[in-house]
């Protein structure tokens, strides 16, 4: 990886990460949506309540499918071949483990051609 992310050609492929986290990032929610609903419409004591959290039950499996199903097209998740997945955690964290890694805040940020500057 190229320590140097403020040159503008070290961003590439950079969307297609940021697009994958957060698709991740939204199944992980889904999940726990989905988690949370079931476990309300156990506790709910109501035929009125458990009508609610069935429905919102049934919203959060759609949304799961439809997030899971866009990631596996893209690529992004690999659910029934766990070899790939395994591969890809793995770079993934690799990845993460160089972001952190940066120093985000260098001393020295001037780019002279790359930006206007008032002093030039």
Not at 9 to 35: C, F, Q, Y
Not at 61 to 78: C, P, Q, R
Request: glycine share 4%; net charge negative.
């Amino acid at each position: 990886m190229i320590k140097d992310y403020l040159e503008i050609r070290n961003a590439e492929g950079m969307p297609k990460l940021v697009d994958s986290t957060i698709s991740m990032a939204l199944l992980l929610n889904t999940k726990n949506s989905v988690r949370n609903c079931a476990i309300a419409l156990t506790e709910a004591a109501s035929t009125e309540v458990r009508t609610v959290f069935r429905n919102e039950l049934n919203k959060a499996i759609n949304m799961h499918e439809a997030v899971s199903t866009l990631m596996i097209e893209k690529g992004w998740f690999h659910p029934v071949n766990l070899e790939k997945q395994f591969q890809m955690d793995l770079e993934s964290s690799q990845t993460s483990t160089e972001i952190a890694s940066m120093n985000l805040f260098p001393g020295d940020t001037s780019r002279s051609g790359l930006f206007a500057t008032l002093d030039k």
